[in-house]
């Protein structure tokens, strides 16, 4: 995988605008490290960050029936989500779809090529 490519996958966790406020951290200082021995470090954490920060559905199905959702998202926001998240967990899903579950994944399914 190439250092371009890598930088793709790490711009798209800081960019999803549900990753949590850890991950959007940790891309900055990824991309604030460009250039920079630490770098390397950071490329060495990069997929366990992302397999410590996935919602597994089941989890996003129990955010999404709590009344944190409903102060977050708004009564109907978090019932549309608990209907989503259930909904593709009977398709078969194992993790969130939301932009920053979908950047980690990408990241752990390449894992083997992230050096």
Known sequence: MTHT??????????DAPTC???????AQSW????????????TKQ???VAEQN???IDETIGFAGSELAVQILGEEGAANLLQ???DIKAQGAEFCDCP????A??????????K
């Open 5 to 14: 490519q890598v930088k793709e996958l790490v711009q798209a966790l800081l």
């Open 20 to 26: 949590n406020p850890a991950v959007k951290e940790f």
């Open 31 to 42: 991309i604030n490290a460009e250039g920079k021995p630490e770098q390397e470090e950071l």
């Open 46 to 48: 990069l997929v366990s």
């Open 54 to 56: 996935i919602a597994l």
């Open 84 to 86: 989503h998240a259930k």
């Open 100 to 103: 920053g579950c979908v950047a």
């Open 105 to 114: 994944k990408n990241i752990i399914d390449l894992k083997s090529e992230i």
